[in-house]
């Protein structure tokens, strides 16, 4: 059975080497003004009253589905997020009601008044539920003979994508909370912020069944000017 979802096409990018949550080849990592964000041992850290973005990377042969959620809530009403093989999308909204506006996140704390509950427990947490397209094997008859012989070909679900953005127009950096021990952190929860045009539109995929979890816990820096900006030419990366 196929399932309808949707795929982002605005804001692909090729995927960088940063720290992110991975699994089966699919990473997660958050971004602040397109720059990927160091992870902490267990957590991101990010200032407070940010509106961010998630990073999902696809370094598979086979395009995966994304579904999302944030504080516990789905990030989409409407299906789930396409990512590309060997691709990747930058997420920036809730998509609720519409395909083309919604609102950003933001990382407030939990005494904001847009807070739904300041007590839940999910509030920080990121889940992406990971599912990748079915492989299929082709089928071929030759002539004058009874017998089928299967071939080992991928069959992928091919859409168009008409507002792609180079990656050369974007800085990739790090916002780097772990190159201090003066980072006190605390914890916080996404609302809705400022608004986002980004676009989706439908397409069809047939999934297995299998689903893998990426996670991430958001939390927010209370000294934020030990913030500082880097150049991933410039780091270490840690694979």
Known sequence: MKKIIFLICLFLVVPVSVMAVSVQDVSMSVLIDKHPVRELSESVAIPFDSEYELRIANNTNRDCTVSLTIDGSKVSMLGDFVVRANDSIDLERFLDKSLTKGKRFKFVRLNHPDVDDSNR??????????????????IMRFPHSQDYFYLDADIYVTTECNANIPASEWEAGITDCSATTDCSTSPGATIGGGNSFQEFYRTEIDLENESYQLKLKLVGIENQEIISYGYLDDLEIIP
């Open 121 to 138: 427990n999910e509030n920080g947490n990121i889940v992406a539920e990971i599912r990748f397209e079915k492989q299929y094997h082709e």
